[in-house]
């Protein structure tokens, strides 16, 4: 053994993040900080006066309900996929589609609660900005229920399987996400209407 070989470093691992997943996380990160903007807007505004408060649908509470198992059937996706049990797979990402569908209908007849109520989005500011935090969620929702299309068109491709699961984890990631920031703003119109 000479010198030169007892000197010579291996190579250390170099630390990698799916890009899938990197973009994922960047773009939840620009949700977040859009919706972080919109709250903080909402409360200084709130605070200046001039504000009509407002009573929740009760079918925005239905519709958090909804959105919550629709977040279950993608969990049970995943499992679904890590087993290889490629029916339950695709039972449960048809499952949540519709439940997120469903979720977007409810928000619909909830808007339409609202506007006969006197809450409209032109007019006074609370309307307008309930408008647009609802109608941002849900053309983010959008987003998410065209993620799990293409998830589902993986499934019947036999491209997610126990050993082939990024599709589906980003899906995953980002469909959580969408349920956490509906119960976040949820939350934030219930305790500042």
């Known amino acids: 053994m000479t010198a030169e070989n007892t000197l ?10 799916n890009k899938w997943k ?40 239905w ?9 279950v059937m993608v969990f049970l996706s995943v499992r679904a996929a890590r087993s290889d049990e490629f029916k339950k797979l695709r039972a449960f990402i048809s499952g949540a589609f ?15 609660q609202l506007q006969e109520t006197g809450i409209y989005l032109k007019g ?8 647009i935090l609802t109608g941002l969620h849900a053309f983010h929702l959008i987003s998410g229920l065209v993620v799990l299309v293409f998830a589902l068109a993986a499934s019947f491709k036999m491209n997610i399987h ?13 469909w959580h996400f969408l349920d956490i920031l509906w119960i976040y703003l949820f939350v934030f119109l219930l305790y500042f209407r």
């Open 63 to 71: 519709s958090t309900l909804v959105l919550f198992l629709s977040s």
């Open 162 to 174: 126990s050993k082939k699961m990024i599709q589906l984890e980003v899906c995953s990631t980002y």
């Open 8 to 17: 010579r470093e291996e190579p250390k691992p170099v630390l990698s993040i």
């Open 98 to 112: 519709v439940l997120g569908t469903a979720f977007l209908i409810m928000q619909y007849i909830g808007w339409q």
């Open 124 to 131: 006074n500011p609370s309307g307008s900005f309930l408008y």
């Open 22 to 61: 990197f973009i994922t996380w960047l773009f939840i990160i620009t949700i977040v900080m859009l919706f972080a903007s919109q709250t903080s807007a909402y409360l200084v505004r709130r605070a200046e006066g001039n504000w009509t408060e407002f009573e929740m649908p009760q079918i925005f509470y």
